[in-house]
């Protein structure tokens, strides 16, 4: 494991040890990579690499536009999202592969909550990542679904997972009512186009077992 500093974010690399293994970019509200790295180990995930992201603006980093707040009392969005994917693919992304040996075979983003929002918007920003997890996603994110049914990815994604709790969407709160709906349409919508493709309906709220969510989504972009 190495850490480093790059754009003000911290960065660390656990690299799998075995040569052009692929690597998995994950973007983290804490500093959930340790946590993660370990649940994928458990779970018998074949050989990678894990770059973790953390020293995140969460409300300004992960997202692609500015929006009012939706939560009672919270901050608004400001959308940073462009500038943290040049900051992600221009400086952080060769950074933490001079930590690993050979060159990757392909490389995924994941990311939980509005981190899953990011690594979603990031294939149509970027053609760097060929596999991505939206884990709990925050796919609620007011006009992201039609940005989504309007756009095309940079490239075609070899595979995309996507997941929710079954308790996410039953809140009181009309925009995060819409986080299943839009997650499952967003995914029929890449199962139309022939992109391999899968849905996980986990059990709980949003807050419940992240690294291991985490874990199963990147263990799911693993298989050849």
């Not at 500015?66 to 999202?81: L, R, Y």
């Not at 990815?153 to 709160?173: L, M």
Request: proline fraction near 7%; hydrophobic fraction near 40%.
């Amino acid at each position: 494991m190495r850490t480093f500093v790059s754009g003000g974010k911290t960065v660390t690399v656990f690299p799998s040890g075995v040569p052009d293994a692929p690597v998995v970019y994950l973007n983290t509200f804490g500093d959930e990579g340790q946590k993660v790295f370990e649940a994928l180990a458990f779970c018998g995930c074949p050989p990678l690499s894990l770059v973790a992201v953390s020293g995140l603006d969460w409300n300004h980093d992960m997202v692609p536009w500015d929006c009012p707040a939706v939560f009672k009392n919270a901050e608004s969005f400001t959308g940073g999202a462009d500038e943290s994917l040049r900051l992600l693919a221009g400086e952080i992304l060769p950074g933490a592969e001079r930590e690993l040996a050979g060159a990757p075979r392909w490389r995924g983003i994941a990311g939980y909550s509005l981190a899953g929002l990011f690594a979603l918007y990031a294939l149509y920003k970027s053609d760097v990542f060929s596999r991505a997890a939206s884990v709990s996603g925050s796919l609620w994110f007011p006009g992201f679904r039609e940005y989504v049914f309007t756009h095309e990815p940079k490239r075609r994604p070899d595979r995309v997972y996507f997941s929710v709790g079954d308790r996410e969407s039953k809140t009181k709160n009309p925009v995060l009512q819409t986080v299943q709906e839009n997650t499952e349409a967003i995914c029929r919508l890449y199962r139309d186009r022939g992109i391999c493709t899968t849905f996980r309906l986990n059990p709980g709220g949003h807050h419940e077992h992240p690294a291991q969510r985490t874990a199963a989504g990147i263990q799911w972009l693993s298989i050849e």
